[in-house]
């Protein structure tokens, strides 16, 4: 486990297609240009001898931690990856003082929920709103 290089954006974006993160109206190549401005430490990639398996993009904004784009590479589920991923963020975030991490997860997506659920996270009754302010198109 490692933070992101540059050199990371093209293995990221595919690990990020695959694991169907990615929604049209999210260019994730601007997605990482703006997380590299912002905590770029807390943007951290795994890789094995096969390659980059795993990202996640993290951020700390002084109330809240947050945590975005965790990705696994299909090939590679099951075997402690998101969850060795999730545990180097909290730890990271708890270091910056960071008292709460909040995720988003797209409603419905219950396998999603449960791999949360079972790392000590669960629904806060929030409702997650949202507005773009600069358009990726």
Same mark, same amino acid.
């Given at each position: 486990?490692?933070?992101?290089?540059?050199?990371?954006?093209?293995?990221?974006?595919?690990?990020?297609?695959?694991?169907?993160?990615?929604?049209?109206?999210?260019?994730?190549?601007?997605?990482?240009?703006?997380?590299?401005?912002?905590?770029?430490?807390?943007?951290?990639?795994?890789?094995?001898?096969?390659?980059?398996?795993?990202a996640v993009m993290a951020g700390y904004d002084g109330?809240?931690?947050?945590?975005?784009?965790?990705?696994?590479?299909?090939?590679?589920?099951?075997?402690?990856? #998101?969850?060795?991923?999730?545990?180097?963020?909290?730890?990271? /975030?708890?270091?910056?003082?960071?008292?709460?991490?909040? /995720?988003?997860?797209?409603e419905g997506n219950e396998p999603v929920m449960e791999?949360?659920?079972?790392?000590g996270y669960a629904r806060d009754g929030a409702v997650?709103? #949202?507005?773009? /302010?600069?358009?990726?198109?």
């Amino acid at each position: 486990m490692r933070p992101f290089h540059a050199s990371d954006t093209d293995a990221v974006v595919a690990l990020w297609q695959a694991s169907e993160l990615t929604r049209p109206w999210n260019d994730p190549r601007k997605d990482i240009a703006r997380k590299l401005t912002t905590q770029p430490e807390l943007f951290l990639v795994a890789e094995t001898d096969s390659g980059l398996r795993g990202a996640v993009m993290a951020g700390y904004d002084g109330h809240r931690g947050w945590v975005n784009y965790l990705a696994v590479d299909p090939s590679a589920r099951g075997h402690g990856l #998101g969850r060795a991923l999730m545990a180097e963020v909290e730890q990271r /975030l708890e270091a910056l003082g960071c008292p709460k991490v909040n /995720l988003q997860i797209r409603e419905g997506n219950e396998p999603v929920m449960e791999f949360y659920r079972a790392l000590g996270y669960a629904r806060d009754g929030a409702v997650s709103f #949202g507005k773009r /302010l600069i358009a990726d198109s």
